[in-house]
């Protein structure tokens, strides 16, 4: 089992930052990444980042994703926030083989 500290959701404005971070109580990770599901929709990808530092965004000119392999925390930036943004961000991580979740966090865009 696996688990995490989350941080950083949140009310922001149209057109602001957020940053999310997330820790995961075990090493051996393979890589880490946040899922969004918005109200009434499927989880969908945003972000990932393995070990070696290859990065898979959805949307890179606004996401930009980091993981610190040596403290077992990734942290997420979102720029320019949309009202589409909104929805519950789900961070994860691939553990020898296994997926693990945590809880969630809400991120809420609007004015």
């Known amino acids: 089992q696996v688990q995490f500290e989350e941080s950083g959701g949140g009310l922001v404005r149209p057109g602001e930052f957020l940053v999310l971070s997330c820790r995961a109580d075990r090493s051996e990770i393979t890589n880490m990444g946040w899922y969004r599901q918005a109200p009434g929709k499927q989880r969908e990808l945003v972000a990932r980042v393995n070990a070696a530092g290859y990065r898979n965004t959805v949307d890179p000119l606004r996401t930009h994703i980091s993981l610190d392999t040596a403290k077992n925390m990734a942290f997420l930036r979102l720029d320019s926030l949309k009202p589409s943004d909104t929805g519950v961000y789900f961070c994860?991580?691939?553990?020898?083989?296994?997926?693990?979740w945590g809880r969630g966090i809400q991120v809420t865009v609007s004015s």
């Open positions: 994860y991580a691939e553990v020898l083989g296994k997926t693990y």
